[in-house]
């Protein structure tokens, strides 16, 4: 099964600044993916980005790109331009359904 | 885009009794539904995965008995919650995907208090 690890707990950005989030996956499946989910304090899982082991191109969608670096098995979102609403719980996850810890990013004005 | 729908958003009951929950996909066919619950400022833990029409499969440690899973249509999954005791307070929350989403869609959760 994919192990997910995130090992930022929690981490602050500045408003209008980017921050990257990490987070690391170990499998032996030659196609697979991951997943970045928010969650704000209102308990809902609000899906961000997506990216497949065999797409050529970093994810992007809109202010989310994906870092992915497979020689390092490393998919960390990257916010740019973070806003005061960016304020949440954010999780890595793979196709089989397994979150990694998360982390809590903090928007600072 | 696809949407799922869990109730209830909350539940009270008292020790001892059962509490469903339900998630109907709304506009596409659920063939796979994983059940996850979730402590306050923890990860959402993975309970089980159902696929339609099959036995759901518990992860280690989760007790069958207690949290039955039914995914008898395309459309609806239900998680209850059998003999529930103050221990299974927690947050539970759905996710589904099929045909039709892509990647996995999420309920909006059910928090459940067991007084």
């Known amino acids: 099964a994919q192990k997910i690890t995130q090992t930022q707990p929690g981490m602050f950005v500045q408003e209008k600044e980017a921050v990257t989030l990490d987070c690391t996956y170990d499998?032996?499946?030659?196609?697979?993916?991951l997943f970045w989910y928010k969650q704000p304090s209102s308990g809902e899982m609000i899906f961000l980005i997506y990216?497949?082991?065999?797409?050529?191109q970093n994810a992007t969608e809109g202010r989310y790109s994906l870092n992915f670096q497979k020689a390092r098995k490393s998919a960390n979102l990257v916010i740019s331009a973070s806003q005061l609403g960016d304020s949440a719980m954010y999780f890595c996850?793979?196709?089989?359904?397994?979150f990694g810890a998360g982390t809590r990013l903090t928007v600072k004005p | 885009g696809a949407v799922v729908s869990q109730h209830p958003s909350w539940v009270i009951c008292k020790s001892g009794t059962s509490v469903k929950i339900e998630c109907r996909s709304l506009?596409?066919?659920?063939?796979?539904m994983f059940w996850y619950r979730q402590f306050p400022k923890q990860s959402l833990m993975l309970m089980a995965t159902?696929?339609?029409?099959?036995?759901?499969?518990?992860e280690q440690g989760v007790e069958k008995d207690k949290f039955l899973i039914n995914h008898a249509s395309l459309t609806l999954s239900t998680l209850t919650v059998t003999s529930a005791h103050p221990e299974d307070s927690s947050f539970y929350i759905c996710?589904?995907?099929?045909?039709?989403?892509?990647?996995?869609?999420f309920g909006s959760g059910t928090r459940l208090t067991v007084v």
């Open positions: 159902s696929n339609e029409g099959s036995k759901a499969t518990y």
């Open positions: 506009d596409f066919q659920a063939t796979t």
């Open positions: 990216q497949g082991s065999y797409d050529e």
């Open positions: 996710s589904a995907s099929g045909p039709g989403a892509y990647g996995y869609t």
């Open positions: 996850a793979s196709p089989a359904g397994r």
């Open positions: 499998t032996s499946d030659q196609s697979y993916g």
